[in-house]
């Protein structure tokens, strides 16, 4: 098979979370233009694309993953005019733009979903979504025990406007973010449409939203009572997660993609343990890249990180297909707080970008981790907005702490995030001025920095990105690996200083590291270096 350089074997993507990027109006949402407006930072930054999380018309339920209209721009974030500006900017700059695709489900306040309401059970209307009568004499228990990844039940049972009970749908997600049904072949066009729309527009790829979950297992089958219906916890067993029937959807999706010019990508988000049952997503006439969750949540470890990127490469490599690296995202607690948080915390995940870096494959880096911004823990209550803390009986309180927005520069709230006096939809922390782009813009080993200079250098040498890599021998607790002859990365995951074998010069380093002398080098405990022999 041909392995020309499609631009994402290697790219380094950076997600943006719309909302909470840059708020150009004053309104408290981050907004298209305000990310037009930044786009210079981001080229500064070295990154090759962006990923835009959905700015389509939504109520917000489920911050935008509840989608009304999937050919249009919510009026907070702007307009249609709004986005293909943004496009036009960033491709000037040599950014690449990737949105994202929510296929799963749409939102209640979806026309279809509206429709569906108000048509008769049997109907066609309804047929594009999954409603089913209820079991017991009157229907009033749903039609199984699946329940909802926000929390409750996975079933919303809907009522004629006199209040007579009548069919359930099912939600996966919150009570407000309707499944379709994917074995109608409405919907699969009606996608069809979808993607063709924003490819004629120019977007460089899409982002699949819950890609392991549309096909449900016909049956409807009822769950193991104590099943894990956490999506992070993704599992192969579940009736509505990996069922084989997904692939056909996304060779059909690969064969339109492929009709457009230019090497337009797709991305699955797919929470499924097992790496080999993710290649599979990454089959050559499927999809082009999945996160690698795997390595995500895998614990601050030597042993555990050096399994995953075996287990990762080799079952990437079997398909074809280059393996990605991700250690944050708008779903999971930043990880400079998942790394045990203060210092500490942040030294390991400057560690963990520049090991992340030196990795074969592309990176997916969230807005704020080149900040060092650790995950906000206390938010006040009346402030949250993830579904998941109402629908889990206010006992868990969500992802809103890794989407605060981005603070800019200097200064009391918004630190730039929006105009002076403007009220972001979530406070900032008192101090977040600190840690903004402008205090460490310039600033000699601040993460900002540390960051671009790693990002440059994996742009400039050839031995980084998309190729083979090679492990070394190094002492416990301690990743060294090699990916060109006299490129190296090492690792000190322990917190006792560790000597290496290694020469030359030290390209980047995420802490204070001498030497290399007498062909060794001490290493720092939590900290990372790249050499060049
Ligand atoms: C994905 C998104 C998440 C959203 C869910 C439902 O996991 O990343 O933010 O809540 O899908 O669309
Ligand atoms: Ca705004």
Redesign the pocket.
């Given at each position: 098979m041909e392995l020309q350089a499609h631009w994402w074997r290697d790219a380094a993507i950076y997600q943006i979370y719309v909302r909470s990027f840059a708020d150009s109006n004053g309104d408290g949402e981050g907004d298209l233009a305000g990310i037009r407006e930044r786009l210079p930072h981001l080229s500064e930054l070295g990154v090759d694309a962006i990923w835009l999380?959905p700015f389509y018309v939504s109520p917000l339920a489920?911050?935008g993953?509840?989608v009304a209209d999937y050919r249009d721009v919510d009026p907070r974030f702007g307009t249609l005019e709004d986005f293909d500006a943004l496009l036009a900017a960033a491709h000037d700059l040599d950014l690449r733009v990737i949105i994202d695709i929510?296929p799963?489900?749409s939102s209640s306040a979806h026309r279809w979903f509206r429709e569906a309401v108000a048509a008769e059970p049997g109907s066609p209307e309804r047929a594009r979504y999954l409603f089913r009568d209820g079991l017991g004499p009157d229907g009033e228990q749903p039609p199984n025990n699946w329940k909802s990844?926000?929390g409750g039940p996975a079933w919303t049972r809907l009522k004629r406007p006199d209040g007579t009970p009548e069919q359930w749908y099912l939600h996966l997600?919150d009570a407000e973010?309707p499944d379709f049904d994917w074995t109608n072949p409405e919907v699969h066009d009606e996608f069809d449409d979808v993607l063709r729309f924003w490819l004629e527009r120019g977007v460089d790829g899409f982002r699949i939203?819950?890609a392991h979950g549309m096909v449900k297992d016909p049956a409807l089958p009822d769950i193991a009572e104590n099943a894990k219906a956490d999506?992070l916890d993704g599992s192969t067993t579940l009736p509505y997660f990996d069922q084989d029937g997904v692939h056909e959807i996304y060779r059909r999706w690969a064969a339109i993609v492929a009709e457009y010019p230019g090497d337009r990508a797709m991305v699955a988000?797919a929470?499924v343990e097992d790496a080999d049952r993710i290649a599979r997503y990454l089959r050559p006439d499927e999809l082009h890249q999945a996160f690698n969750f795997e390595y995500l949540t895998a614990p601050w470890e030597a042993g555990r990180l050096r399994e995953v990127v075996d287990r990762s490469l080799a079952a990437n490599g079997a398909v074809g297909a280059p393996s990605t690296w991700v250690l944050s995202?708008?779903?999971v607690t930043r990880h400079v707080t998942r790394f045990g948080g203060g210092e500490q915390g942040l030294r390991r995940a400057r560690a963990a970008t520049l090991l992340m870096l030196a990795l074969p494959g592309s990176v997916y880096l969230y807005q704020g981790e080149e900040l060092g911004l650790p995950e906000v823990t206390d938010l006040p209550e009346d402030a949250l907005q993830d579904p998941t803390w109402e629908r889990s009986g206010r006992t868990e309180r969500g992802?809103d702490g890794c989407r605060v927005p981005l603070p800019w520069t200097e200064g009391p709230s918004p630190c730039g995030f929006g105009p002076e006096g403007s009220e972001p939809w979530l406070p900032l922390p008192e101090g977040w001025g600190g840690l903004s782009r402008a205090s460490q813009r310039g600033v000699e080993g601040s993460t900002l920095e540390l960051y671009r200079h790693a990002l440059r250098l994996r742009r400039e040498l050839e031995a980084l990105g998309d190729g083979p890599m090679t492990w070394l021998d190094a002492p416990e607790n301690v990743l060294y690996f090699e990916r060109e002859p006299g490129v190296r990365c090492a690792v000190n995951l322990g917190e006792e200083p560790a000597e290496i074998a290694a020469d030359g010069e030290v390209l980047a380093a995420s802490g204070t590291v001498e030497g290399p002398s007498g062909g060794s080098l001490t290493l720092p405990g939590d900290t990372a270096v790249w050499i060049r022999a």
């Open positions: 999380t489920d911050g993953y509840d929510v799963n489900h990844i926000f997600f973010q939203d819950v999506l988000e929470w995202n708008h779903d992802r």
